[in-house]
């Protein structure tokens, strides 16, 4: 995946860094670190493609991976073809470029609980053939297993697996695993436990960037490979509770927080954007957006995550930055205010929002966009009660989620494709959308900061999937290099009736009285056409296990979600 670029020049200063470091003395680093050097330094001569040195799961964090320790007398592209012995489902077929001498090569994609033939060719010729039986899947939820693995089903096969873009669906699952499965919802390739699952990214170098709640409440970012072996683990004095992004010049913005208390006295949180030095581990520059947005407007929707504290004020709660080049923007989702916002990167100011005109401060007021078709002309009045609900159900985003930049160079001019969860789709309860008859979508906005108007040219999800896609919290898109999108409407919630239901009723949705007593994530992911929006595939992701609050804890709605979705190859 392309990093997002930026010049980073002119910044507002960094917080000042109490313990914030990478941490060179990382044992679980060290010892990945030595186990290559000694994988490595095994291989002779005599290990040929046909007499590798075969090591399955050697960081014991990659279950369905192995190292095959191979000598090269000379440079080469190896072809490399893995399936299972039962060709139960494709084959995973990839290219290694190797080395004179010594070479430890990435073998991924196998299939859990069966024989898996691993085959070597060179200049199309055949040169090696390796049978590997791999474990089962971890445990999925029981009574007597919590955090499971997930349990994926496909609901509409892919008909012309030929026409769709190459890859795996690899999505991670909130403190569970990170994972990628392929076109028949076979899972090929899962890191343990030891490794954060929740923000997930690939660098430009291949590797991963991962933090979760928990692993030390995302204040360790892993640096990791297919391979499951970790390079770097960053401390952070501050969470990296959303989003890592990796930008040019060896930087990653995040949004982040005082997490050990402000120094200004006030109790808020996740209200700020951090840039580091992936090098250095320190920060460059921090956002405090308290100072930017309006504190005194009230949030909807509202609530705190598990395990976050409860008595911090969560009123913005920023959970995706990226830089918009062309016209020096730091843009930010903040979902408690279901806005969309840009500051200047230089100085910090702001410069639109993108939100319900509802209860804004006096001084906030100038910076509202306005909706427009694409000849310019106003959607809606804003000014009646009827105008403002229509653009309340049909245009802004509520709670919105995973907003990904679109390139577009026009000065002036910015698009971005958003997750809108939905949440109230109001400001008024008495015109608020319960669960069961809500939806979220996709959608595409384009902005004009030299009208100060937006347009939507495209939206998905309302009428297409509707409410068994209604996701209360996280959820992600991927736009592919095709055109199609990969969507994974990731907190999808049924009572035992089979009614959607919400994370936090009259915190993230209205309370809904006819709800039942128990949860399960349904969380639905598939690949469309964006042009035509046909279906090309769909699964199902679950835990497969009734969560309630007697057994489950105050917090079992919250059973299984998904915070990131991308469709990408095994090797960048």
């Known amino acids: 995946m392309n990093k997002k670029s930026s010049s980073m020049v002119n910044m507002p200063a960094p917080r000042e860094p109490i313990n914030q470091k990478i941490d060179t003395n990382n044992a679980l680093v060290l010892n990945h670190n030595a186990i290559y050097e000694q994988r490595l330094a095994e291989i002779t001569q005599s290990n040929t493609c046909d007499k590798a040195i075969v090591t399955v799961n050697p960081y014991g964090t990659a279950p369905l991976s192995l190292y095959l ?90 008909q012309q697996a030929s026409l769709m873009e190459e890859g795996l669906y690899f999505s991670t699952y909130f403190d569970r695993y990170n994972l990628a499965f392929d076109h028949n919802g076979i899972v090929r390739w899962y890191v343990s436990q030891e490794i954060p699952s929740y923000n997930f990214v690939r660098m430009d170098n291949g590797h991963f960037l991962a933090t979760s709640q928990g692993i030390n409440h995302c204040l360790n970012m892993y640096e990791f490979d297919i391979m499951g072996r970790v390079y770097t683990v960053y401390l952070l004095d501050n969470e990296f509770h959303h989003s890592i992004l990796p930008i ?42 308290l100072y930017v947005m309006d504190y005194s407007r009230s949030p909807r929707p509202s609530g705190s995550a598990p395990g976050q504290d409860v008595s ?84 802004w985003t509520w709670g919105q989620h995973n907003i990904v930049e679109i390139p577009n160079d026009e000065p002036g001019i910015l698009e971005f494709m958003v997750f809108d969860n939905g949440n109230y789709r109001s400001r008024e309860d008495a015109k608020s959308l319960l669960p069961l008859d809500n939806f979220s979508r996709v959608v595409q906005f384009k902005i004009n900061l030299n009208t100060m108007t937006v347009t939507r040219p495209y939206e998905y999800g309302k009428t297409e999937v509707g409410n068994r896609g209604y996701s209360s919290f996280v959820s992600a898109k991927h736009l592919l ?84 979705v991308y469709k990408m190859p095994l090797f960048a």
């Not at 489902?89 to 290219?95: F, P, W």
């Not at 005082?258 to 030095?277: A, C, E, H, L, Q």
């Open 69 to 158: 320790g191979v000598w090269m007398d000379e440079a080469a592209a190896l072809e490399i073809n893995v399936v299972d012995s039962e060709a139960t489902t494709e084959a995973v077929r990839y290219q290694y470029d190797v080395h004179p001498g010594a070479n430890l090569i990435p073998v991924c994609g196998m299939v859990s609980a069966v024989n898996n033939q691993i085959t070597l060719r060179l200049a199309s010729q055949i040169v090696g053939q390796y049978t590997v039986m791999t474990d089962a899947l971890p445990p999925t939820d029981s009574a007597n297993v919590s955090l499971g693995f997930p349990i994926i089903s496909v609901s509409c096969p892919a």
């Open 248 to 289: 040019e010049n060896n930087l990653a913005i995040a949004p982040s927080e005082y997490s050990n208390g402000r120094p200004d006295g006030y109790s808020t949180g996740k209200d700020g954007v951090s840039i580091i030095n992936l090098s250095t581990g320190l920060e460059v520059a921090y956002y405090d957006m």
């Open 312 to 395: 911090m004020d969560d009123w913005l709660h920023i959970n995706q930055s990226y830089i918009n080049e062309p016209n020096n923007l730091l843009i930010c989702s903040g979902r408690h205010q279901s806005a969309i916002f840009g500051v200047n990167v230089d100085s910090g100011e702001l410069r639109f929002i993108m939100a319900n005109h509802e209860d804004w401060s006096d001084e906030f007021k100038q910076y509202l966009l306005t909706p427009v078709d694409d000849d310019g002309v106003p959607l809606y009045d804003l000014t009646s009660p009827g105008g403002i609900d229509a653009a309340d159900k049909n245009f």
């Open 481 to 564: 290099t095709n055109g199609h999108l990969v969507i994974h409407f990731g907190a999808t919630t049924v009572d035992e009736f089979e009614h959607t239901i919400t994370a936090q009723p009259g915190s993230s949705d209205l309370v809904d009285p006819d709800e039942g007593q128990q949860a399960l994530g349904r969380l639905v992911l598939q690949e469309i056409n964006k042009e035509t929006k046909e279906v090309l595939f769909e699964a199902m992701v679950t835990s497969g296990y009734f969560k309630n609050e007697e057994t489950n804890g105050t917090n079992y709605r919250y059973d299984i979600s998904a915070f990131r």
